[in-house]
Each structure stands twice: as C-alpha cells, then as structure tokens.
C-alpha cells in the first residue's frame, strides 16, 4: 500500500471542539502509512466573489489539493451543517471545475446532541453531490458530544468511540485505495 494522506476539516471553530478532537482521534487511529492532517479554517472570511482570494484560502486550497481524501467533522447547528464548514467547502467549489475536490473520497464525522449530527451529516452529504466527492457510506460515525465519551478540552476518552475510528479509518483508507 501507497502512503496516502487525508486532509480533516472542522466545522466547529470552538478551541474544545468534539468535531475537532474527533478528528484527532481519526488522526490517532489510522492505518499504516496514512497521515491525515487538521486544515485551520477559523481565519476564512465568508465565501465572497467580490474579493481577492486571501492567503488563507489558498493555503485551503493546496492542502486540500494535494491530500487523497478528506475527513469531514460536522456539528449540526439548527439541523444542518454549520457555516465554517459550509463556507470552507463553499471557497473550495470555487475552484475551476472543483478541482481540489473531484473526485476524492470522503468520510464524515459527528459529535453534537441526541441524534449526533445524523441530520447534518445528511445535508452535508447532498452538498458533497454537488462538490463530486466520493463519500464512504459505512461505517458511519455519529456521537452524542454531551457525555463522558469526551474529555473538557474535546478529546476522545471512550475506547468505543476510539475503536469505531479505527474502522472509520481502515474503511476510508480501503475506499481511497479502490478509487485511486
């Protein structure tokens, strides 16, 4: 097997994020020769055509250009996905003919309330149609942010939650590797 690296973006811009310290838990629980880096997506301004494209995006733009695949952690805000990750993919389509993002696969993480952003998640899958990701569909990871399952600073602290990243990151790394 190659060495593969995928890209995590956070929806989630709060220093003790469960999205983000789940996607350090993937970053954790990968297979070997996958390395899987956290994109900073807190200094985006909102997508707007009428400006110049800042530094920031671009450094967006290059990480996610040169990665295999992307990790995407999704809060769920008013049951749908926040607006950091929407605008961070919304600078990314920006690109001529999607090219940072055609065609590469996809998985997608949740920590929020009861459901664990499973309505999110879905809305974010719709707008991953339009962006021509391949998403993996199984093994799904959703969970309930409020419990002992993270730790105050957003960590993951519960093996089960751990193990189901593990195969979250197994599967993903399969998946790139059947597409590539």
């Known amino acids: 097997m190659g060495n593969l690296t995928f890209v995590g973006i956070s929806g989630s811009l709060r220093k003790a994020s469960r999205n983000t310290g789940l996607l350090r838990c993937c970053a954790a629980h990968l297979p070997q020769n996958v ?103 199984k093994p799904e990871l959703f969970s309930n942010a409020f419990t002992p399952a993270f730790a105050d600073n957003g960590d993951v602290q519960d093996e089960g939650l751990a193990s189901q990243a593990t195969a979250l990151m197994q599967a993903m790394t399969d998946w790139t590797l059947r597409l590539k």
Not at 39 to 49: G, Q, R, T, V, W
Not at 62 to 71: E, K, M, P, R, T
Not at 79 to 87: F, H, R, W
Not at 111 to 133: F, P
């Open 35 to 137: 390395s899987l880096e956290i994109a900073d997506i807190s200094a985006l301004p909102f997508y707007n055509a009428d400006i110049e494209k800042p530094a920031v995006v671009q450094r967006l733009i290059d990480q996610v250009s040169a990665a295999d695949g992307l990790v995407l952690a999704c809060p769920e805000y008013n049951y749908s996905l926040a607006p950091a990750l929407k605008n961070a993919l919304d600078w990314l389509s920006r690109e001529p003919d999607l090219a940072p993002l055609t065609g590469k696969t996809a998985c997608i993480v949740g920590a929020g309330g009861g459901m664990g952003t499973s309505r999110a998640q879905y809305h974010l899958r719709q707008v991953c149609v339009y962006l021509n990701l391949h998403v993996l569909n």
